[in-house]
């Protein structure tokens, strides 16, 4: 059974996101308190913002304007 949610990606339409991961400076790794979305990649530090809350914020996140130094966007 197929079921409508409110909770996804305002941009893309994508129902899920995941925690950014990246090394801290004695190389372990962190989550960094940054999601990503799973479509289309956007990230943000508040699922309000990623799922459009009529509350949220309109402007975009600063983690969404520039993602950290520490993240690698290999494979």
Sequence with gaps: ???KTIYKCSRCG???YQPVIARDASGALMPTGVF????CRVTFTDARDWWGH???SSTPSAA???PPAALSYGS
């Design 54 to 56: 009529p509350g949220a």
């Design 1 to 3: 059974m197929y079921y």
């Design 36 to 39: 990503r979305c799973t479509g």
């Design 14 to 16: 994508a129902t899920s």
């Design 64 to 66: 969404e304007a520039t």
